[in-house]
T-cell receptor, first 113, second 114 residues
Framework: AQSVSQHNHHVILSEAASLELGCNYSYGGTVNLFWYVQYPGQHLQLLLKYFSGDPLVKGIKGFEAEFIKSKFSFNLRKPSVQWSDTAEYFCAVKKDSNYQLIWGAGTKLIIKP | EPEVTQTPSHQVTQMGQEVILRCVPISNHLYFYWYRQILGQKVEFLVSFYNNEISEKSEIFDDQFSVERPDGSNFTLKIRSTKLEDSAMYFC????????????FGPGTRLTVT
């Protein structure tokens, strides 16, 4: 069965630190890749997505992610985090032929001011 | 900015009762989804709906579940006879079209089955 793994369940960083959250998936065919964020008390929101083309995608709020097909990875990065980035981050994968998203377990990110 | 809305925000029900969770997707969107997240677990896909029929469903979405778009604006999830293990946060989502596939999520309904 297809699965999505997020390596860290909890990450604590200080402001201005660099961030990288890992995401690996197990499906070998064509996939679409997503990172969603859920700020405390708010909806899930799309941060960025990859469908095709440049494997380095830029999203909102200074986030970016790199699709490395050979590693089945789609890691999320931000060079300098802010306190307001405190949230839960979810990686999700969609097989090209399907409708559903398959989700990772999420990473809770806490930024210390 | 248009958004997906869900009601109620929290529903408490007794085991064996029927519940209906309501969603109002963004008005020009064509594809609709239900997901759930049991506390401490992953978000799980339940069902997708397009053109007034189910386009895909997961193993979770058994005969106890049904979806409907009764009036062109609401999108409902019905659980016929709730079980304790149905306690979860239920999220509705919608997308405009499959090419762009940006899912817009509602705030969720927390269902507690006692």
């Amino acid at each position: 069965a297809q699965s999505v793994s997020q390596h860290n369940h909890h990450v604590i960083l200080s402001e201005a630190a660099s961030l990288e959250l890992g995401c690996n998936y197990s499906y070998g065919g064509t996939v679409n890749l997503f990172w969603y964020v859920q700020y405390p008390g708010q909806h899930l929101q799309l941060l960025l997505k990859y469908f095709s083309g440049d494997p380095l995608v830029k999203g909102i709020k200074g986030f970016e992610a790199e699709f490395i097909k050979s590693k089945f990875s789609f890691n999320l990065r931000k060079p300098s985090v802010q306190w307001s980035d405190t949230a839960e981050y979810f990686c999700a994968v969609k097989k090209d032929s399907n409708y559903q998203l398959i989700w990772g377990a999420g990473t809770k990110l806490i930024i210390k001011p | 900015e248009p958004e997906v809305t869900q009601t109620p925000s929290h529903q408490v029900t007794q085991m064996g009762q029927e519940v209906i969770l309501r969603c109002v997707p963004i008005s020009n969107h064509l594809y609709f989804y239900w997901y759930r997240q049991i506390l401490g677990q992953k978000v799980e896909f339940l069902v997708s709906f397009y053109n007034n029929e189910i386009s895909e469903k997961s193993e979770i979405f058994d005969d106890q579940f049904s979806v409907e778009r009764p009036d062109g604006s609401n999108f409902t999830l019905k659980i016929r006879s709730t079980k304790l293990e149905d306690s979860a946060m239920y999220f509705c989502a919608s997308i405009l079209d499959r090419r762009r596939y940006e899912q817009y999520f509602g705030p969720g309904t927390r269902l507690t089955v006692t």
